[in-house]
């Protein structure tokens, strides 16, 4: 545990340097692994939209309608629409219809909404957001194995001034549709409990270092431990003796974590070195937006499409969330950088430093969130909050790096879990989700011993 204390107040750290000096008697630390090539999952295919056939008869669809008419395209399983500015919004509404494959016959889904929000996104001010390559996004849509698309984007109805002035577009310029495949799901060559000299690429060995302290090296998950050894733990990263100090910490059991490598994260996507802030202050409660109907034994299917679409289609430096949390209440590793550390997220614009943001896969503005989610939410803050000292029934202050509620530099008092919506202003993480937090704040507080 004394690598993650003694390494969070790093800003960015190469992959080879995100080791700790040194490790304690009982690390999990392997032989350093062999490279090797491995087959990389998944693909993106990226088609331009236009105007459509009736509105640019019309003379009007350039500004205000766009679209593809339906189309056979190769298989893909999660859909979004990109467009170039990221400061640019999206006023309107978008829509996709697929077709399934897999059935006897020819089957064409209705029509289905995507989330036109683009607040999940690197800071201001930050080198991610100034890489040139970020763009403006609409949330991910999960629909599952598909070979056919019909997508359509119409504008809001513009203000009697705006129109009569017409400065500019109404939509964002260069809309494209994003089409996801997250490949099949990848061998693993090793279980859980982590076999000596597991073959890694050198990308897959670094993201695995750095939680070289918690699990063997290419373990698939990070076990649980008990809430006394997880107390006893952190004592000892503090500087203590575990066995003499009788003021335990108020810290809650470590939950088991699907590692990148359990979800099958293809490391050669992400960017390269790992970027950290220096504490965990507050964790952001999230909703991914990206429908509901998908099978627990599907999520790692779903995880690795969201980060595709946020490295390949939205052009951030990794996955936006720390953490991902499934229907079922798994509970997965997200941007790489180590599961104990204060590594910075994209999920709150303008509140991404010293905070980590929690995705649940679903969408929850008009379904109950699962009650297996919540407790895994309650689960994990308990945890990782605890590492940091903080308390989730509590406070604190975050200083925003600028956004649509608060100005830039202003100190804003939030809840220790928050909901995205506290943060910026967003429908995320859903309304009946966002109703639920204060119950995840007690129960989270209740597993620290508060």
Not at 202 to 230: D, F, I, Q, Y
Not at 254 to 262: A, E, Q, Y
Request: net charge positive; charged share 20%.
């Amino acid at each position: 545990m004394r690598g993650f204390l003694a390494s969070s107040i790093g800003v960015t750290c190469a992959a080879a340097l995100a080791l700790p000096l040194t490790l304690p008697a009982t690390s999990h630390a392997a032989p350093a692994p062999t490279p090797v090539q491995e087959s990389l999952p998944g693909t993106t295919q990226s088609l331009a939209l236009a105007p459509l056939a009736a509105t640019r008869a019309a003379g009007n669809g350039a500004a205000g309608e766009q679209g593809l008419p339906q189309r056979d395209v190769r298989p893909f399983s999660l859909v979004g629409v990109v467009w170039d500015d990221l400061s640019a919004e999206l006023h309107g509404q978008v829509q996709v219809r697929t077709r399934t494959t897999g059935t006897t016959t020819t089957t064409w889904s209705a029509w289905q909404d995507l989330e036109t929000h683009n607040d999940d996104a690197p800071d201001l001010d930050t080198p991610e957001r100034a890489s040139g390559h970020v763009h403006g996004s609409t949330a991910p849509l999960w629909v599952g194995d598909s070979d056919g698309v019909e997508v359509r984007v119409k504008a809001d109805a513009p203000a009697a001034t705006r129109a009569a002035a017409a400065p500019e577009p109404l939509l964002p310029r260069g809309l494209r549709l994003e089409l996801v495949d997250p490949g099949d799901e990848p061998a693993q060559g090793a279980p859980a409990d982590g076999p000596r000299g597991v073959s890694l690429t050198a990308e897959a060995a670094a993201s695995s270092a750095v939680n070289a302290e918690l699990a063997p090296l290419g373990a698939t998950a990070v076990p649980a431990l008990t809430k006394k050894a997880t107390e006893d733990e952190l004592i000892e990263a503090r500087g203590g003796d575990a066995a003499l100090t009788k003021a335990r910490p108020y810290v809650g059991a470590r939950p088991r974590i699907v590692t990148r490598k359990g979800w099958g994260a293809n490391e050669k996507l992400r960017e390269r070195d790992f970027v950290y802030t220096k504490v965990v202050k507050a964790a952001f409660v999230h909703h991914s937006a990206s429908g509901n109907n998908y099978r627990c034994s599907q999520a790692p299917s779903v995880i690795r499409s969201i980060y595709r679409y946020h490295v390949k289609s939205s052009g951030w430096r990794d996955i936006g969330y720390n953490f991902v949390v499934d229907k079922c209440g798994t509970i997965y590793e997200g941007r790489a950088g180590g599961i104990a550390k204060p590594v910075m997220g994209a999920h709150t614009l303008g509140f991404n430093t010293n905070s980590m943001g929690i995705a649940v896969l679903g969408s929850f503005n008009g379904s109950n969130p699962p009650a297996a989610a919540l407790n895994a939410i309650a689960r994990l803050t308990a945890w990782k909050l605890g590492l940091y000292g903080a308390n989730p029934r509590g406070t604190t202050y975050l200083k925003s790096g600028g956004g649509n509620l608060y100005r830039k530099g202003k100190n804003v008092r939030l809840h220790v879990i928050s909901g995205h919506r506290d943060g910026f202003a967003t429908e995320c993480p859903g309304r009946r989700l966002y109703k639920k937090l204060g119950k995840a704040r007690s129960s989270s507080a209740r597993l620290q011993g508060r």
